[in-house]
């Protein structure tokens, strides 16, 4: 990115505030606090992405189960195939003898999207899912 389409501006904050602020920009390894504020504004605006229901989106489903918990895989299964449309890839690991982790990659409407992953992490037996999101529109 050149400087010229850089905006400057300013932002006020408590000197605690500011002092964690740098703290977290040193942990992550970020070189400066334009950075970091770059990302965190990117993040914020994935986020309301998420929220607009006919928003397109890609991402991924993590779920973390165990795979002894009666008809767990088949409705995994069951509610894969329903929304076969939206998911483009599915990786399976195996953990441990009880455990396994499973990522889904999937595109469609955010509306849809939340609903199969809702369904998914709210499963008997899944002990940790998350989802994370992008936008397929350019955010910049």
């Known amino acids: 990115m ?3 389409q ?5 932002v006020s904050m ?6 964690k602020f740098d703290q977290l ?3 992550k390894g970020y070189e400066n606090r334009s950075e970091a504020v770059r990302d965190l504004v ?3 605006l994935v986020k309301q992405t998420w929220e607009d229901d006919e928003q397109m989106v890609a991402g991924s489903v993590l779920i973390f189960y165990d795979h002894h918990q009666s008809d767990l895989l088949q409705e995994l299964t069951v509610i894969q195939h329903e929304m076969h449309d939206q998911v483009l890839a599915t ?7 009880s455990n396994c982790l499973e990522i889904i990659v999937v595109k469609g409407k955010a509306k ?3 609903t199969f992953s ?4 709210s499963l008997k037996g899944v002990k940790y899912g998350k989802f994370t999101v992008s936008p397929l529109a350019s955010m910049e």
């Open 14 to 19: 408590e000197e605690g505030l500011l002092l």
């Open 42 to 44: 990117r993040d914020a």
């Open 112 to 114: 849809d999207i939340r």
């Open 6 to 10: 850089l905006k400057r501006f300013g």
């Open 25 to 27: 920009i040193k942990t």
């Open 118 to 121: 809702d369904q998914l992490i």
């Open 91 to 97: 990786t399976h690991f195996h953990i441990d003898h």
């Open 2 to 4: 050149s400087n010229k």
